[in-house]
């Protein structure tokens, strides 16, 4: 056993002895027992002083220890400091070398739960983690047609688990004088008589937890059962979970970790949103995202399976306008801004996080029904032809293409013109250089040169085809075929408004037949009867033959006859268009005709002059 002095001081006393008759001066001194870890304070008798000893205290300093020891079966280094009042105060350093603790090497890896590669193991982040991506948005068509579905398409990473508070239960035994535990580095330890930090049971230890300022702000305390104090983290997350010590195994700890919230869903009305923003732009010149101008924002909660579509389509109907009574093509560049959505805890006002952008993005609506091939746009004009079985978009004149190139891009508008007696002959037509963005390819140079040849040798069709060209790498981004029959017949063309509020097309052949039509007036013995009259049965109602427009389709594929069906019977406008003129019509009868088992579709239409809905106009 040692002693160390703490502190001494002197102090003026009263002898009543015969060495020393009236007063004298006596140390005192405060002395910390190395074996007991207590601090004795005593007066030292041996010694008296006549005079007062002045200066002649002691006092250790405080910011030096005067004794440590290695905690029992642990690494922990406990070191002990003088309070500048004759008593002391311990402080433990965890994992010292003093104690024979030597270093783990370090293990690199992902410390991130969230991350695709995350590894418990390691114990140094290395900046590899591959976190997921909070949404992706499925690609859109550079250039597309208004019309047409557009749909975008967000996915949402994975939810992971619900979010939870971390919990320890600590179950005590016979603790003893040793006893001591740590939460999150507070220490606490054993005594009979405990004071600030200190406890014998887990009522005492319970009540420890709740007076110490830290512990009590971060979890909630209870008793579970008998012998038993439980920590519960007052937030959810991993970053609540407690980290216990215990130096004896007379004190169990049962942890269960806090889970974090691995994404934003967990959150209160999560959802996504999409944005889509107009550019100004037009034909042949590249476009950015200044100056952009937002259209429309929408909104869609939290569903199973975490996949949004949001329709794209609509909101560019609406900011081109319909373009059927226009004589030019109408172009619009836009791009998509995506990102979550959320009500924050607490918050009445829902928070938008962006995530990310598409490029500029271009859509088009054409003066005449437009459809798409590969990479290239192209509207429909209204000839004549007799092909058979033909799709809704087959047949019909392309009188321009739409091709969106990059800036230095070279496009080539090649035909190979077919004779009848099987002859080709293939020419370039034209070759433009690009600066950038959509470029519009006319047509009528390859009708001009198909009709010249034909002056000496009948031309049967032709096939388009255009390519770019970027420095030596060249590719074909479509061909359009085209057949010139005789002209047979009187071939017109209907043009009607989908559900989609998009004009579709579809070829028809049509002759004028007798209909019957009953008179609105009543007639008697070929007299307009008088309504006074009694005599009923003498009333005959006339009827009357009156030419009526008949229209037919030839025959349809399966999809094109399906499609009439439903979109051209409850059509709002339906127009005739033949010889450059549209007129509109009211369709009054459809008569379908279909067998299955010879998989031939048709049908008979039957037209009168007039609109029962006003028409969309510019």
């Known amino acids: 056993m040692a002693q160390i002095l703490l502190k001494s001081y002197w102090f003026l006393e009263n002898a009543g002895t015969p060495s020393f008759p009236s007063y004298y001066y006596v140390q005192r001194l405060y002395e910390f027992n190395t074996e007991t870890r207590t601090v004795a304070v005593r007066d030292d008798t041996n010694s008296p002083q ?44 965890l994992n010292s070398s003093d104690c024979g603790y030597v270093p ?27 976190l997921p991506e909070r949404l992706t948005v499925d690609a859109l068509p550079d250039l597309a047609v208004v019309g047409n579905p557009i749909t975008a398409t967000l996915h949402a990473a994975a939810t992971g688990q619900e979010p939870k508070k971390a ?82 195994e007379t004190i169990t700890v049962a942890i269960t970790a806090g889970v974090d919230a691995l994404r934003s869903q967990t959150k209160k009305a999560w959802g996504c949103y999409l944005e889509v923003w107009g550019c100004a732009g037009s034909y042949g010149t590249p476009v950015g995202k200044e100056g952009a101008e937002l259209l429309e924002r929408s909104e869609l909660l939290y569903a199973p399976g975490n996949s949004y579509a949001f329709d794209v389509a609509s909101v560019l109907r609406l900011h081109t306008g319909h373009a059927l009574f226009s004589e030019a093509d109408r172009l619009k560049p836009y791009f998509l801004r995506y990102g979550e959505v959320y009500s924050s805890d607490g918050l009445a006002l829902r928070r938008r996080y962006p995530v990310g952008e598409s490029p500029v993005l271009w859509a088009l609506e054409g003066a005449l029904p437009l459809y798409a091939l590969n990479d290239l746009a192209a509207p429909r004009l209204l000839n004549r032809q007799t092909l058979a079985q033909a799709p809704l978009h087959g047949g019909a004149y392309a009188e321009a293409l739409y091709v969106l190139a990059a800036t230095g891009a070279e496009l080539t508008l090649e035909a190979s013109f077919r004779y009848y007696d099987g002859s080709v002959v293939e020419e370039v037509v034209s070759s433009v250089a690009t600066v950038g963005g959509v470029q519009r390819l006319a047509l009528q140079a390859v009708f001009t040169r198909a009709y010249a040849l034909s002056a000496t040798k009948k031309v049967t069709g032709c096939t388009v085809t255009v390519k770019i060209a970027m420095g030596a790498a060249a590719t074909v981004l479509g061909s359009l075929p085209y057949h010139f029959p005789p002209a047979t017949g009187r071939e017109r063309c209907l043009v009607f408004l989908t559900s989609l509020s998009a004009y579709e097309t579809v070829w028809v052949q049509g002759y004028t037949e007798p209909a019957m039509r009953r008179s609105p007036q ?27 427009e008949r229209l037919h389709t030839g025959l349809l594929t399966r999809e094109s006859f399906d499609f009439l069906l439903a979109e051209l019977a409850p059509s709002p406008e339906v127009y005739l268009y033949e010889n450059g003129t549209y007129t509109a019509c009211q369709l009054t009868d459809m008569d379908p005709a279909a067998d299955v088992l010879a998989e031939e579709y048709s049908l008979s239409l039957t037209l009168e002059p007039g609109l029962t809905h006003n028409p969309i106009s510019n």
């Open 167 to 248: 919990e320890a239960v600590l179950t005590l035994g016979a603790v003893g004088y040793a006893t001591q535990l740590t939460v999150d580095g507070q220490l606490f330890t054993f005594s009979l008589a405990p004071q600030m930090g200190q406890f014998y049971d887990a009522d005492t230890l319970a009540q420890a937890f709740f007076d110490n300022e830290y512990v009590s702000s971060r979890y909630t305390i209870g008793q579970p059962g008998e012998g038993q104090v439980k920590l519960t983290a007052i937030k959810e997350g991993s970053a609540f979970t407690p980290s216990i010590t215990v130096n004896e």
């Open 104 to 130: 783990a090497e370090p293990v690199y890896g992902c410390t991130n739960p969230e991350a695709s590669n995350y590894d418990p193991t390691a114990t140094v982040d290395n900046g590899s983690c591959i």
């Open 522 to 548: 009543l007639y008697r013995s070929g007299v307009p009867f008088n309504a006074t009259t009694s005599s009923r049965n003498s009333r005959v109602q006339r009827v009357e033959l009156s030419p009526s």
């Open 50 to 93: 006549p005079s007062d000893p002045t200066n002649e205290g002691y006092s250790r300093p405080t910011n030096q220890a005067f004794f440590s020891e290695c905690l029992p079966e642990t690494y922990t280094k406990r070191s002990y400091y003088h309070d500048g009042n004759g008593g002391f105060v311990s402080n433990d350093t």
